[in-house]
């Protein structure tokens, strides 16, 4: 079982920039692919980025490409996500996801391991 902890949201303007962390206390990522997904609401769950295990694969959400990056420090056990130049439409429930996984997912289905998710409001 893999614990992970959400840290980083908050409330911003529009055209500000945050830095989303997920850590796993007292466990680890080796081997995991980690994802970041959201919610806003009455909206499914949708993915922003996804990262390998070994960060040679990345992906990106359309909406976000260009704007969000995704980046781990395994030695920290810690998977960040920048997010610049955020959006109102960016606002909504933020999770981080993990799973033993070849390469990136994209689907929620794909991640066992889920975090308690952090809110991120951007006001326009």
């Known amino acids: 079982q893999v614990q992970l902890v959400e840290s980083g949201g908050g409330l911003v303007q529009a055209g500000d920039s945050l830095r989303l962390s997920c850590a796993a206390p007292?466990?680890?990522?080796?081997?995991?692919?980690v994802a970041w997904f959201r919610q806003a609401p009455g909206r499914e769950r949708e993915s922003v980025a996804a990262?390998?295990?070994?960060?040679?694969?990345?992906y990106y959400a359309d909406s976000v490409k260009g704007r969000f990056t995704i980046s781990r420090d395994n030695a920290k056990n810690t998977v960040y996500l920048q997010m610049n130049s955020l959006k109102p439409e960016d606002t909504a429930v933020y999770f981080c996801?993990?799973?033993?996984?070849?390469?990136?997912?994209?689907?929620?289905?794909?991640?066992?391991?889920w975090g308690q998710g952090t809110q991120v409001t951007v006001s326009s």
């Open positions: 007292g466990g680890t990522f080796r081997n995991l692919g």
């Open positions: 996801a993990a799973h033993p996984l070849i390469g990136v997912g994209v689907r929620s289905s794909e991640y066992g391991y």
């Open positions: 990262i390998s295990w070994g960060g040679g694969s990345i």
